[in-house]
């Protein structure tokens, strides 16, 4: 089963999803987390076009503790940093870049059960997934969420986030967007084990 969580940065899918991954013994998968690999490979390499370097790179997701190996380097820490946050969105918005990572991405999910969270997994990568969420939330309520996880001033992250989201959505390639037949899940004021409750329900009525 594939339960496809996408929507905004802030509005909640990566604690939501690792938690609902957890309390159904699925595996989580982080498609933001392969993104921000090619825009810190990008960064490293500037010359090098993003595409080939999406191609070329192996990123394993479920090393030690959940930690993010790229080409076996350990990259947990490194891809977080509010620079490779906003040259992920840049990386993100070329069509032989996500080519790259979805085909990665549909051969993961090709066995098993997953929880998969990005922008476009019910639009492309899984839009037969048995159960597809969108998450969304109040923009100065992510913006406070992010600041608080980072240790940082909202209205700096509320400007940043304000331009990453209009660059997800307003890309030609994978826009960002609620996939057909989503449900729509506005997170403003709830907490996660509500969301997670909420989603869990679903999945059961969609496993019939
Ligand atoms: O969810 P995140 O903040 O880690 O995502 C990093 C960037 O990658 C963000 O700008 C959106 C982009 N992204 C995407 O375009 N498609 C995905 N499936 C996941 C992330």
Request: glycine share 12%; proline share 4%.
């Amino acid at each position: 089963m594939v339960i496809a969580i996408d929507g905004p940065a802030g509005a909640g899918k990566s604690t939501v999803a690792r938690a609902l991954a957890g309390a159904l013994g699925f595996t989580y998968l982080d498609s933001g987390a392969m993104y921000r690999c090619v825009a810190l490979l990008s960064l490293r390499d500037p010359a090098e076009k993003p595409a080939k370097l999406a191609g070329a790179a192996s990123i394993e997701l479920g090393g030690p503790g959940g930690a993010v190996l790229l080409d076996g380097e350990d990259v947990s820490g490194a891809i977080r940093t509010p620079e490779v946050s906003r040259q992920a969105s840049v990386v993100a918005a070329d069509p032989g870049v996500r080519e790259a990572l979805v085909a990665k991405q549909r051969a993961l999910l090709r066995s098993g059960d997953w929880v998969a969270e990005g922008r476009d997994i019910g639009t492309v990568v899984a839009p037969a997934a048995e159960l597809k969420v969108y998450l969304d939330a109040d923009p100065a309520e992510r913006a406070r969420r992010r600041a608080a996880e980072l240790g940082a001033d909202a209205r700096g992250v509320l400007a940043e986030q304000t331009l990453r989201d209009e660059r997800d959505r307003s890309r030609e390639a994978s826009p960002l967007r609620a996939a057909d037949g989503a449900v729509t899940l506005d997170t403003t004021g709830l907490g996660v084990e509500d969301v997670v409750a909420r989603i869990t329900e679903l999945a059961g009525a969609a496993r019939g």
